[in-house]
């Protein structure tokens, strides 16, 4: 039997790009209705399944590139807003400045919250170690967060 290798890896990779992203048919009609009526005119929408429970989709609006996360109800959890590290507040930079100074800053994003009018997530990284750091306006650390195979709260 001869195997055709192109079209094998055609099969393979559409099948990885169908498990990471979801078709917009799948999304529940109430996470549809919320996401168009909060962000009115977002492009490039992409929807994933996080944990089986809360959808999440990556968009574009307004030039910028944005998350947003909700129930399977349709409950808004959270917005993120990419930003340029030159855009976060000077209290964040000092603050990671000084307790993350061995570490570079891979990504960072403004966060909004039911419960949380503004805060900044920033991703940094020192050799394999990675964390997620959320900190309020004045440079406050609310969270951290190790990443590894699965995320662990500190």
């Known amino acids: 039997m001869k195997v055709h ?9 559409g099948g990885l790009n169908v498990s990471c992203a979801q078709s917009t048919k799948n999304v529940p009609q109430a996470v549809m209705h919320a996401f168009t ?12 399944l996080e944990d089986g429970k809360d959808w999440e989709a990556e968009f574009l609006q307004n030039g910028q590139e944005m998350s947003a996360t909700y129930s399977s109800e349709g409950q808004w959890q959270e917005t993120e807003t990419e930003v340029e590290v030159d855009e976060l507040p000077q209290t964040v930079r000092s603050t ?3 307790q993350y100074e061995e570490f570079k800053i891979r990504e960072s994003a403004i966060v909004r919250r ?4 503004k805060a900044y997530e920033v991703e940094l990284k020192n050799g394999k170690e990675v964390f997620e750091v959320l ?8 969270s951290t967060s190790k990443e590894s195979s699965g995320k662990e709260k500190n």
């Open 96 to 98: 990671l400045h000084a």
């Open 114 to 117: 039911p419960e949380l009018q």
């Open 135 to 142: 900190l309020d306006e004045k440079g406050t650390v609310l």
């Open 5 to 13: 290798y192109p079209i094998l890896l055609f099969f393979l990779v």
């Open 37 to 48: 009526d909060q962000f009115e005119g977002a492009s490039k929408v992409k929807w994933q």
